[in-house]
């Protein structure tokens, strides 16, 4: 049964720092193409960033330079490293695979960004 349970999400002050951390059980993880997605209210989910099974890495133009992907294939687990983050970076994060999200998601880790 896929699981993905991620955590880390909070409250921080724009400019602060958080470090996301999905971990993922229940398919064969180190083959796959994994995804940090987020969802902010009233906008559909979109994709942050992925990482391959290697460790090639693709971002969001409004992302880059301020986060960095990256995958333990031993803990099959995915991490965000957050940076110099934006109000608009408020949003539930989620990770699944990528380019074709499996049907089961986690729940999602909430990241608030505000003063």
């Known amino acids: 049964q896929v699981q993905l349970v991620e955590s880390g999400g909070g409250l921080v002050q724009p400019g602060g720092s958080l470090r996301l951390s999905c971990a993922a059980s229940g398919f064969t993880f180190w083959p796959k193409r994994m995804g940090w997605y987020r969802q902010a209210p009233g906008k559909e989910r979109e994709l942050v960033a992925d990482?391959?099974?290697?460790?090639?890495?693709n971002y969001a133009d409004s992302v880059k330079g301020r986060f960095a992907i990256s995958r333990d294939n031993t803990k099959n687990t995915v991490i965000l490293e957050m940076n110099s983050l934006k109000p608009e970076d408020a949003a539930v994060y989620y990770c699944?695979?990528?380019?074709?999200?499996?049907?089961?998601w986690g729940k999602g880790t909430l990241v608030t960004v505000s003063s």
């Open positions: 990482i391959t099974y290697s460790g090639s890495r």
């Open positions: 699944n695979t990528y380019p074709q999200p499996m049907a089961t």
